[in-house]
């Protein structure tokens, strides 16, 4: 990442290739005992919401957005961790497959990580075009699907 923003490579844009950015909303409930993740369609295991960056006036609202279409959570909040900034949580840049029907190389997704607040209780819908199912789960599960801000979780008490 460092090397293509040095190369003023256009990370806001899918078409950037060896990467470009991706957000991703980390969702917590309010006493950091569970997170809210997607049994995602296409790559068939549960993540955290997120995708490609969509123009935004921060990043953070990306990561939101991408959040409310996948799971419909109510009174999703920007965690006070971030102080009203835009800075992520965590990144996390990892390789993906190409897609040959799209003429896509495989690549790498930069993702910008970010942390959110939302009540457990209230309720989920999936959208069905890119989600199996949206459930909240123990923030155990966060270990294996983002390590770095599973591990960096620890220095966030919760609010």
């Known amino acids: 990442m ?31 005992c569970r997170i809210l993740l ?17 123009p935004a006036e921060f990043f953070h609202q990306s990561a939101a957005r991408e959040a409310l279409e996948e799971t419909s959570v109510a009174g ?36 910008l990580q970010y942390l959110f607040l939302a009540d457990p209780a209230l309720p989920l819908v999936a959208q069905e075009e890119e989600v199996h199912a949206a459930a909240w789960k123990p923030i155990a599960a966060l270990e294996e699907i983002a390590p770095r801000a599973f591990a960096r979780l620890a220095s966030v008490a919760a609010p």
Not at 97 to 109: D, T
């Open 2 to 32: 460092r090397w293509q923003i040095a190369e003023r490579h256009a990370l806001d844009s899918r078409d950037t290739f060896p990467g470009h950015v991706t957000t991703s909303a980390i969702v917590l409930s309010p006493d950091h």
């Open 38 to 54: 997607i049994d995602h369609v296409v790559i068939g295991r549960w993540l955290q919401p997120g995708g490609h960056y969509e």
């Open 76 to 111: 999703l909040k920007l965690h006070p961790w971030h102080g009203g900034g835009d800075l992520p949580f965590a990144i996390d840049s990892h390789d993906v497959p190409g897609k040959p029907s799209r003429g896509e190389p495989a690549h790498i997704h930069h993702d």
